[in-house]
């Protein structure tokens, strides 16, 4: 169960781009499912129409859509930019910087707000795909293995947006460690079907459900839910028990909403920090395990752990961690070379790790040491608290002091309140001034929060 579907191409010449039996299930929603050999005949015949270039944004929502994309633009040796959001600055500024590109976006109305003047009108960069997508018969789907198949863009929530180009050979290897990874919560006798809501175009959507039905024995749902009731129904439209794959955000919401959601095989959390109280609250709660993932755009999925039970992360399948001053060297076999991140870790003697904060994350005032994660978290366990962050205000300019502030959602708290909460465990050279009750949290589609974000909604409360 752990390995990738046998791919029928050569190693470092060519692969496949998609495994397993034609007839297996690929893709499914309300409306139907699509096996394989379905897929297969559409990505040949979109690859037919697609416009010449060397790089396409892919924007399509429907996650059907977006795998059909990524594959015809592949076949077509295109490499696919995955932008850290839809808007269109942003979009924008990806196609600025790739020439000779353009962006493929789910077929749309003439009304459509964001993209309907492009598409309709006299911009030649955005492209739809057919509302009913065309299919054509043909050879097996295969591409160079060194094909530089995407780059994916950091989320740019603590600086800009960083590049990160993947091969085709990378994240075949990187599926096969997220198969291992996930093994217990896969069906050993079925096709197993994904419920993300992840966007595709997000590393850790790119991962758990994309590269996971394309190579292994894995069916994705089509939509990503986002409330309570969307993913209890995406749920109960699979064909049997699903994995449900997404963030601590969309986990506290489900916890804390009346749905009650179908039998799972389990749940993944990435993208954010899980809380041992969250993770437990939602075993208990659905009746499976929740796993925790751990990783980033530059490396992929590195780590997992049963957070409701233990605090120490286990590597993937030949992944090393090395500490070092700046941060953590990660030596892994997707990767061409060693990639440091800012986490620091405790090493423990048998590989595992334990994450002590970013470097970027630690403060240290007056002789004392703290790190933002751990003040965020204790401003999460505060009663009342529904949300909440801790984070760095830039220098002042005529002090050089860079201030900790604090924004929270806590209805029918004072400011006082939690503060008052936050000093019986913080020091108070660590307490966050100011502290602002807000009624939500400038969170991304992925559940982070930019350090912009963050600063312009405490600058229009009148405290920035």
């Given at each position: ?199 595709p175009q997000h ?115 030949g992944v090393q ?10 030596h892994a076999p ?131």
């Amino acid at each position: 169960m752990s390995a990738v579907f046998e791919s029928t191409g050569q190693p470092d010449r060519h692969a496949a781009l998609v495994a397993g039996a034609p007839t297996r299930l690929f893709a499914f929603d309300h409306t139907g499912t699509v096996d394989l050999a379905g897929f297969t005949r559409e990505v040949r015949a979109v690859a037919g129409l697609l416009p010449a270039g060397a790089f396409a944004v892919n924007l399509c929502e429907d996650r059907h859509r977006f795998m059909v994309a990524l594959c015809a633009a592949a076949l077509r040796g295109q490499t696919t930019l995955l932008p850290p959001s839809r808007a269109p600055a942003v979009v924008g500024e990806v196609l600025a910087r790739h020439r000779d590109s353009y962006a493929l976006v789910d077929a749309l109305d003439r009304d459509d707000e964001t993209y309907g003047a492009e598409v309709t009108g006299s911009s030649p960069l955005y492209w739809p795909l057919p509302a009913t997508l065309p299919q054509c018969d043909g050879p097996a789907l295969e591409i160079p293995d060194d094909l530089l198949i995407a780059i994916g863009y950091t989320s740019g929530s603590t600086g800009q947006p960083k590049a990160n180009p993947k091969t085709w050979a990378s994240f075949r290897t990187s599926t096969a460690q997220n198969l291992a990874a996930l093994e217990q919560l896969l069906d050993r006798d079925r096709i197993t079907p994904v419920i993300a809501t992840v966007p595709p175009q997000h590393m850790y959507g790119m991962e758990m459900s994309v590269l996971l039905p394309l190579l292994g024995p894995v069916a994705v749902h089509g939509a990503r839910p986002f409330f309570p009731d969307d993913i209890d129904r995406a749920l109960r439209d699979a064909p049997s028990t699903p994995l449900l794959v997404t963030t601590p955000v969309h986990l506290r919401a489900l916890v804390e909403s009346d749905a009650r959601l179908p039998p799972l095989r389990g749940i993944v959390s990435a993208t954010a920090p899980l809380s041992r109280e969250l993770a437990l609250a939602a075993e208990q709660r659905f009746g499976c395990e929740v796993r925790e993932v751990f990783g980033s755009t530059e490396t992929c999925v590195i780590a997992r752990r049963r957070t409701a039970r233990e605090d120490a992360w286990t590597p993937l399948p030949g992944v090393q961690l090395a500490s070092q001053p700046d941060g953590t060297a990660v030596h892994a076999p997707h990767l061409p070379q060693p990639v440091v991140l800012a986490d620091l870790v405790e090493l423990h003697a048998d590989g595992r790790f334990v994450l002590c904060g970013r470097n970027a994350d630690l403060l240290e005032i007056a002789g004392k040491r703290a790190s933002l994660g751990d003040l965020t978290r204790r401003l999460l366990a505060v009663p009342g608290v529904r949300d909440g962050v801790v984070f760095q205000l830039a220098p002042r300019a005529h002090t050089g002091v860079a201030r900790i502030a604090a924004l929270a959602v806590a209805p029918g708290l004072r400011p006082a309140d939690v503060l008052a909460a936050l000093r019986e465990h913080v020091d108070p050279v660590f307490l966050p001034r100011p502290l602002r009750l807000v009624a939500s949290l400038p969170r991304n589609e992925t559940g982070k929060l930019p350090h912009d974000s963050l600063a312009q909604l405490l600058r229009n409360t009148g405290l920035g």
